[in-house]
């Protein structure tokens, strides 16, 4: 595809917004889409035609491909408004590249950059009245790609869309959380897909998730499916452990997504002389230092929920508490990313993205 | 759902039907669909009215779940003519069981039997003509069920559509296939949702496949995701191993899809006083196998291939090629499956279900 010809965005606009409609106080997220969307198709080889219009249901056959063999990856960031009204996007490429890198081991075609920039920065300058000022609000934009090709054979597609669509967003998760070690269900094995964000990656953990919640946790942190010792990830983010002063939290693997979150708190971290240990956590370890206090704080760091601090985990039938720290690093660490994501503060490694 | 009240199926007919355009003799699977489609909703924790309507593209919400966080379930079966103009399907309870099975591993709702065989028999009436007579041809029944609601929490979905679509089809594989054995990629893993026809355990198939057939075989089979010792199946078909005069087969798992045909080739052979041992079957002992002779066949199960010779499978850098053997099983069992399925034989396990 590298030599594709690029074709101009079209762009049409809605007649009116729907913007008054919305009550950003009481926001139920992922219910509500901002005025436009984006999308192109992939067609005979080639992307077509990039397109903005008014956000709208579509067409699709029933035997489109992505419904019956899942071929389908996503994206999620989030754009920031600062006090003078200036939006911003955090680090928009490394989304860029994640999709195509999720695309591929699903044996779909890359989406080119020049498409995916202009596309999501000229959605955000249309759509910028949905995007409010105010830390802890956002506008949460969801990059996606699937198989639309209506034929049910069990190969990859011949045909593809991408899209952009754009919901607002208030902070995921508003109090510390209580999650599972899973024990028993996994979320992905080696040579398989967990690093992608794949779309049944997703689907497969609604279940044990289902069984965790009825029990009084919120999340499961995913151990490894071959021994269940080592501390993976949760449903949608990494995993850090703060031992005395040290941070921890597992190497990138083909089982772990590799979070931009994640990514940006170890240098966050390092940046503040904080110790940071990237190796694999045993869930024996984490035990033993939730039983003798060393066992300062877990949390979770992802695009979503941004820093979730976690109260208690529980393995092998026992439950450990985890006491409120002083100094608390997930604070800490939200704070600096909030305030880097809101132009509340220098940008020293230059992740902040202006739109305009 | 044990108290719901079942409504009446909806019947809209075609104004004519497509039948003509269709070219029987050179079908290229999976393109070409039937006159009708049934479909029902779920919305508001109730199935709503069922309904046959004209096959077509339907309107779908970019947010839809199904297309973020994949929470799509489908099966395959087939129906079949007999030279009478009788229709049968083949055990098509087992195909709603199994849905339903599946379903429950994606935090989905159980699809009332009912419906689904009221649904499935109607339209397998009103679509008779689309089923060919003589063996080989065969009409593949798609049942599939996915989330709609169109909201990207991730979380299980309150919506969703249950469908059946219908495509003419020949045998899958026509000649004999070559294949790998996994050693690095895997399908599913303990805990996971490998035994689910989930829609993601496809496209995540479609990459290393594709891998595999560069270097010129057709499938890959699995071995199990944490040693890679055991093998386990294809990617739409069960796995037999024949050494000496015994057939061996991995017994069902969280991994293994538990295939009708398997089960079915399964009695064939105890039937025909054929030893089979479900077990465990390790890579070694089939590439010994191999190496010493007692390796005679090798052979997939599915719906859409039937039974499927394979001729040489790669491991460890090492082919192995499997000759011709006299008295083929695959060939013996393909023959007394297709005459059962067809009605050309006695079918003393009730298996045939007509269609009247
Ligand atoms: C499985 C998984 N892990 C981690 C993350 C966090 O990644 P990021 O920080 O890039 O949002 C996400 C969500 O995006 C995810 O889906
Ligand atoms: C993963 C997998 N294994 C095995 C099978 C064979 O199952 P059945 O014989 O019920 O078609 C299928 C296809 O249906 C499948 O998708």
């Given at each position: 595809m590298t030599d594709q010809k690029y074709s101009e965005l079209a762009i049409e606009k809605i007649a009116k917004t729907k913007i008054n409609d919305v009550d950003f106080d009481n926001i139920n997220f992922g219910r509500k889409f901002t005025d436009h969307m984006f999308y192109c198709d992939f067609i005979d080889g080639a992307w077509q035609q990039p397109k903005i219009v008014p956000y709208q249901p579509m067409t699709l056959e029933p035997s489109a491909r992505a419904l019956h063999y899942g071929q389908a990856v996503f994206e999620g960031m989030k754009a920031y408004k600062d006090d003078n009204g200036n939006a911003f996007l955090f680090r928009p490429e490394d989304n860029h590249r994640r999709i195509n890198i999720s695309a591929a081991r699903l044996a779909m075609p890359e989406f080119p950059k020049e498409y995916f920039m202009e596309g999501l920065t000229t959605l955000m300058k249309m759509d910028k009245?949905?995007?409010?000022?105010?830390?802890?609000?956002s506008l949460y934009v969801r990059p996606f790609m699937f198989a639309i090709d209506p034929a049910i054979a069990a190969a990859p597609s011949e045909a593809y869309r991408f899209m952009i669509i754009c919901s607002p967003a208030k902070a995921y998760y508003t109090s510390k959380i209580r999650v599972l070690f899973s024990e028993k269900y996994s979320r992905s094995a080696d040579g398989?897909?967990?690093?992608?964000?794949?779309?049944g990656n997703y689907a497969a953990q609604f279940y044990p998730t289902g069984l965790a919640q009825k029990r009084g946790y919120q999340q499961i942190i995913w151990t490894d499916a071959k021994t269940h010792e080592f501390l993976e990830e949760a449903g949608t983010m990494n995993i850090f452990f703060r031992v005395n002063d040290t941070l921890l939290t597992a190497p990138i693997s083909d089982r772990i997504l590799d979070g931009i979150t994640r990514k940006s708190v170890i240098q966050l971290a390092e940046d503040s002389n904080i110790p940071v240990e990237v190796r694999r956590v045993t869930v024996s370890e984490i035990k033993e230092a939730a039983t003798n206090g060393s066992l300062k704080e877990i949390f979770g760091a992802g695009t979503a929920a941004v820093i979730s601090p976690i109260s208690a985990f529980e393995h092998g039938g026992e439950v450990f508490e985890i006491p409120d720290t002083e100094n608390s690093y997930a604070l800490r660490l939200k704070k600096q990313l909030l305030d880097i994501q809101h132009n509340l503060s220098e940008d020293k490694h230059g992740w902040r993205y202006e739109v305009k």
């Amino acid at each position: 595809m590298t030599d594709q010809k690029y074709s101009e965005l079209a762009i049409e606009k809605i007649a009116k917004t729907k913007i008054n409609d919305v009550d950003f106080d009481n926001i139920n997220f992922g219910r509500k889409f901002t005025d436009h969307m984006f999308y192109c198709d992939f067609i005979d080889g080639a992307w077509q035609q990039p397109k903005i219009v008014p956000y709208q249901p579509m067409t699709l056959e029933p035997s489109a491909r992505a419904l019956h063999y899942g071929q389908a990856v996503f994206e999620g960031m989030k754009a920031y408004k600062d006090d003078n009204g200036n939006a911003f996007l955090f680090r928009p490429e490394d989304n860029h590249r994640r999709i195509n890198i999720s695309a591929a081991r699903l044996a779909m075609p890359e989406f080119p950059k020049e498409y995916f920039m202009e596309g999501l920065t000229t959605l955000m300058k249309m759509d910028k009245d949905w995007i409010k000022p105010g830390v802890g609000n956002s506008l949460y934009v969801r990059p996606f790609m699937f198989a639309i090709d209506p034929a049910i054979a069990a190969a990859p597609s011949e045909a593809y869309r991408f899209m952009i669509i754009c919901s607002p967003a208030k902070a995921y998760y508003t109090s510390k959380i209580r999650v599972l070690f899973s024990e028993k269900y996994s979320r992905s094995a080696d040579g398989g897909v967990g690093y992608a964000k794949a779309a049944g990656n997703y689907a497969a953990q609604f279940y044990p998730t289902g069984l965790a919640q009825k029990r009084g946790y919120q999340q499961i942190i995913w151990t490894d499916a071959k021994t269940h010792e080592f501390l993976e990830e949760a449903g949608t983010m990494n995993i850090f452990f703060r031992v005395n002063d040290t941070l921890l939290t597992a190497p990138i693997s083909d089982r772990i997504l590799d979070g931009i979150t994640r990514k940006s708190v170890i240098q966050l971290a390092e940046d503040s002389n904080i110790p940071v240990e990237v190796r694999r956590v045993t869930v024996s370890e984490i035990k033993e230092a939730a039983t003798n206090g060393s066992l300062k704080e877990i949390f979770g760091a992802g695009t979503a929920a941004v820093i979730s601090p976690i109260s208690a985990f529980e393995h092998g039938g026992e439950v450990f508490e985890i006491p409120d720290t002083e100094n608390s690093y997930a604070l800490r660490l939200k704070k600096q990313l909030l305030d880097i994501q809101h132009n509340l503060s220098e940008d020293k490694h230059g992740w902040r993205y202006e739109v305009k």
